[in-house]
């Protein structure tokens, strides 16, 4: 059975093994494609490209998470409105 640090340790090894297998692969694309005149600066640009899309794949989960958040908060608060709203009928009528 792994403790948490141990599977915190898993966690980032395969993380940043899945990121230098991007960068390869994004390397390898701009040698094969774009670069094949200069294979180093494929390397170069390979690097800076898997970070921007890293971050940009970070951005956009957070901002679908913040978007869910304010729908759930939109939810919730219609729910507590029409709780309130049977009450009062059923006290009415």
Do not use: C, R
């Amino acid at each position: 059975m792994l403790d948490a640090a141990g599977l915190l340790n898993y966690a980032v090894k395969y993380t940043v093994d899945a990121y230098y297998l991007l960068v390869n692969f994004i390397t390898y694309l701009l040698q094969s494609t774009v670069f094949k005149a200069d294979p180093i600066l494929a390397t170069q640009y390979g690097q800076a490209l898997t970070l921007l899309i890293s971050l940009t794949a970070i951005y956009i989960i957070l901002v679908f998470v913040s978007s869910l958040k304010k729908l759930v908060g939109v939810i919730i608060g219609l729910g507590w409105l029409l709780v309130i709203v049977a009450m009062v009928l059923s006290i009415i009528h």
